[in-house]
Each structure stands twice: as structure tokens, then as C-alpha cells.
């Protein structure tokens, strides 16, 4: 959902240790989910997406879960390095509507401690 | 080489000025699109558009309008600036269907 006028979510992690980045979605009907990683002064990049028919899906040091009863969606990294401090969204669509418009959820800034 | 690119990096203007940002992918895509990003770092779609089909949303002012002059290139043209437009914006492209999406630098625009 829209996250207008509140602060945004902040995860301090130490390097080395797991990090879990959690994301509310917004429509039930949604089928693909993505999360992004942003960086300061850059735009939006592709980390690992997920479709509607899987509730689990790895990628390199990343695994996404998707759990649909609850409209969640989690983002797992594992030993976290420094270089994975940014912002990270989840994103949603919903192929019915006809559009390939992405539903942006609301970030988290994931900090990492040396 | 840049997959999408975006003119200018940073834009400086007064309140009631005309602008324009440039948006270009050569990554052959179908489907370019421009996302708003506030000072709370919300996204949000303004346009989509694919040679074929604009898609406005609703909330966007009309002060704002997409131009396509081939599909390699979505420039954002904005009329009267206001304190309020004042956000970084993201141009994105992706092939025919929802996946591949893949975001520009964006361009920092400042009203003052």
C-alpha cells in the first residue's frame, strides 16, 4: 500500500548474518511479484521474482517467499555484505488488468554493519 | 552502453516553467513507462505507453504528458512546475508482457 507520510522502514544488519526484508501486498489477485534493490543516486534494479503458482523461488544469496493467504512476501538474503545496503522494494501486477504497470510497495533501507 | 537512459541527471527550475526529461532504451523493448519517486522513496506508475496504447494514471495532473516519438524514447514533458513536482523520476522499459522491466538512472527535478 501506499506508504505517503511515513518514515521509511529501516533494517540494521551486521555483516555476515541473514536479512529478512518483509512486504505487505496490496491486491489479492495479484500473479508476479518482484523485488528491487536501489541504491543511492541509481535507479531501480531486478533482484529475484516470483509468480503466483510458487511460494518459494532461489536465487544467488537470495530467496523470496510468497505466502498468498496472507498477502506476504519476504525478501531472504544470506551473509550479508556491505555492498547489500540500499533500499529494497516488492512489486506486484496483476496480468489481468491488462497492464504491465507495477504496483510499488513501500521500501525498506537495509543497512549493513561492518 | 546504457540499457535506459535518461537526460538530464539533475533539473534545476523555477515554479511556472516548461521542462522536458529524455528517456531512451536500446534494449529493443515494446513498453517504456515513467515512475514518480517522492521524498519517502514511494514509487509510483505515472505512465505506460507502447506505440499503441496510453495508459494514464488518473491521479497524474495534466500538466504532465508523455511524448513518443519512436519506440526507442518516452520523454516527459511538464507544463507550469510546481513546489509539488519537485521528486526523482524513473523511466523503465520492458519487452511485450510484465517481465524484464529495467529502470533508468533517474533525473532529480527541483521547483524551487
Known amino acids: 500500500g501506499e506508504s505517503v507520510g511515513l518514515h521509511l522502514p529501516t533494517l540494521s544488519v551486521q555483516e555476515g548474518d541473514n536479512s529478512i526484508i518483509n512486504c505487505a501486498y496490496s491486491n489479492s489477485a495479484s500473479d508476479y511479484f518482484i523485488w528491487y534493490k536501489q541504491e543511492s543516486g541509481k535507479g531501480p534494479q531486478f533482484i529475484i521474482d516470483i509468480r503466483s503458482n510458487m511460494d518459494k523461488r532461489q536465487g544467488q544469496r537470495v530467496t523470496v517467499l510468497l505466502n498468498k493467504t496472507v498477502k506476504h512476501l519476504s525478501l531472504q538474503i544470506a551473509a550479508t555484505q556491505p555492498g547489500d545496503s540500499a533500499v529494497y522494494f516488492c512489486a506486484e501486477n496483476y496480468s489481468g488488468a491488462g497492464s504491465y504497470q507495477l504496483t510499488f510497495g513501500k521500501g525498506t533501507k537495509l543497512s549493513v554493519i561492518p | 552502453d546504457t540499457a535506459v537512459s535518461q537526460t538530464p541527471k539533475y533539473l534545476v527550475t523555477q515554479m511556472g516553467n516548461d521542462k522536458s526529461i529524455k528517456c531512451e532504451q536500446n534494449?529493443?523493448?515494446?513498453?517504456m513507462y515513467w515512475y514518480k519517486q517522492d521524498s519517502k522513496k514511494f514509487l509510483k506508475i505515472m505512465f505506460s505507453y507502447n506505440n499503441k496504447e496510453l495508459i494514464i494514471n488518473e491521479t497524474v495532473p495534466n500538466r504532465f504528458s508523455p511524448k513518443s516519438p519512436d519506440k526507442a524514447h518516452l520523454n516527459l514533458h511538464i507544463n507550469s512546475l510546481e513546489l509539488g513536482d519537485s521528486a526523482v523520476y524513473f523511466c523503465?522499459?520492458?519487452?511485450?508482457?510484465?517481465?524484464?522491466?529495467?529502470f533508468g538512472s533517474g533525473t532529480r527535478l527541483t521547483v524551487v
Open positions: 523503465a522499459s520492458s519487452p511485450v508482457g510484465r517481465f524484464g522491466y529495467t
Open positions: 534494449l529493443g523493448h515494446d513498453t
